[in-house]
């Protein structure tokens, strides 16, 4: 279970990191941005759904490629 919170985490702030990123070369390209914190929760649990899957794809991989040995 504490994979799935560490997976969750990671892929939240990531999510978040990505699009603070896009947003920088949005306002450096002479545009606007906006984010309330309705929109920072959103984006957070968007990208940790996004870390849980992709946590999960990878420990079945790792459990398969285990019982392939």
Excluded: P, T
């Amino acid at each position: 279970m504490a994979d799935q919170g560490k997976a969750f985490v990671k892929g939240g702030v990531g999510c978040f990191v990505v699009f603070v990123v896009a947003a920088v070369l949005v306002l450096i390209c002479g545009g606007s941005a906006h984010l309330d914190l309705g929109g920072v929760v959103i984006l957070f649990v968007i990208g940790g759904v996004i870390g849980m899957v992709a946590n999960w794809i990878y420990q079945k991989g790792r459990k398969d490629a285990g019982e392939g040995d």
